[in-house]
């Protein structure tokens, strides 16, 4: 356990949690600004259920509105988790030889905008070329390319896979929620020294991976996570994005 999650105390009312104070707030900034999407995980080293369960008892905690929760997790290991691999690969391979069999594999929902415009296309490309350079992939490498893709369907090593569903029959704003969740789950993943890849490359495939994990027709597919130790020798995770100042998006009024 780190540090910042030693010196909590268990909070049992809501007035404890008013009175309470955090006694190493840099350990909080750390757990956040270390944050990255990891793309390279010890696949040997496993993550105890113990911690798997601290990081969602954690998560638990993260706002939604009215208090509706509308998050379900599944956590994928050992043979599903092989399981899942072997089987999104093939599909993701089957449909690069017959594109085609796209439309099999529909996102569940717009992720991405249909129209990209600036400044949001401009920091898509930045990404991309700047990732593919880190590892040598050329702009027309179509097959280096896939191979970097169908890393997701890898879950880039990590040894835990973790799917994330919505009740389909919520709204908007519980996406908002959902996010807030998601967010917390990787912050309180670093306070057990653990890394993380949020990951919505799984939404297309979501028709293979429910029957494995049990999931039902009434969720939706919200994204994936790979949890790990980060392969700290890797090249791939020297890859961190970069970020417009804080001043660049805010606006004082008043």
């Known amino acids: 356990m780190s540090q910042a999650a030693a010196t909590a105390v268990p909070q049992s009312s809501t007035s404890d949690k008013v009175r309470t104070r955090i006694a190493d707030p840099a350990s909080v900034s750390a757990a956040f600004e ?25 998560a638990a905690r993260a706002p939604s509105g009215t208090n509706t929760q509308p998050w379900r997790v599944y956590v994928a290991q050992g043979a599903a988790r092989e399981r899942i691999e072997r089987e ?35 920091r898509r490309r930045e ?13 027309g490498d179509k097959d280096a390319m896939h191979l970097q893709h169908q890393r997701n369907f890898r879950f880039f090593d990590a040894p835990v896979g973790l799917f994330f569903t919505i009740d389909r029959v919520l709204g908007r704003g519980s996406l908002l929620d959902y996010g807030m969740f998601l967010q917390t789950v990787m912050v309180a993943a670093r306070a057990h020294g653990l890394h993380t890849c949020p990951q919505a490359a799984w939404n297309a495939y979501s028709s293979i991976i429910y029957p494995i994990i049990g999931a039902g027709p009434d969720e939706m597919m919200v994204c ?8 700290e020798s890797a090249k791939v995770n020297q890859y961190h994005t970069a970020r417009e100042s804080a001043e660049s998006f805010t606006t004082w009024v008043g």
Do not use: T
């Open 88 to 122: 999104v690969c093939a599909a993701h391979d089957a449909q690069r030889a017959d594109p085609s069999l796209a439309a099999r594999y529909a996102d569940s929902y717009d992720y991405y905008p249909e129209k990209w415009v600036s400044p949001y296309i401009d």
């Open 127 to 139: 990404n991309g070329w700047s990732l593919y350079g880190l590892l040598g992939i050329g702009k």
């Open 34 to 58: 270390s944050r990255f999407s990891a793309r390279a995980f010890l696949r040997d080293k496993p993550v105890d259920r113990e911690v798997i369960e601290d990081i969602l008892r954690l």
């Open 224 to 231: 994936g996570m790979s949890l790990g130790h980060a392969d």
